[in-house]
């Protein structure tokens, strides 16, 4: 999940769709669901990442923990990317049976 062109002008939404995509690359952080609400779901979310990359823990997300925040979104989108798409290809003829394997 990227921060999409439709989240321009909405960095609360942008900073949850990055500690959501942060989580989803780091277990040990709780994921959080992007609405554009910096409330206590995103509170608690900023604190664990700051508790985890040692910046003092205040719930408020000032520049160092949002520049520290996009360095970390910046690998993890490294590590998780973009599902490729895949091409599918069956035969107009082709039936799959239960117990069948390719």
Do not use: C, H
């Amino acid at each position: 999940m990227r921060p999409n062109e439709s989240f321009v002008e909405q960095p609360i939404r942008s900073l949850q769709t990055m500690l959501r995509v942060i989580a989803e690359d780091d277990n040990t952080l709780s994921t959080i669901v992007p609405d554009g609400i910096y409330g206590q779901e995103t509170m608690r979310a900023v604190n664990a990442f700051q508790r985890k990359y040692n910046i003092p823990i205040t719930g408020i997300t000032e520049n160092v923990t949002w520049d520290k925040i996009v360095s970390v979104y910046e690998d993890a989108m490294i590590r998780i990317g973009k599902a490729e798409p895949i091409e599918i290809i069956m035969d107009a003829n082709q039936v799959f049976r239960f117990g069948d394997r390719s």
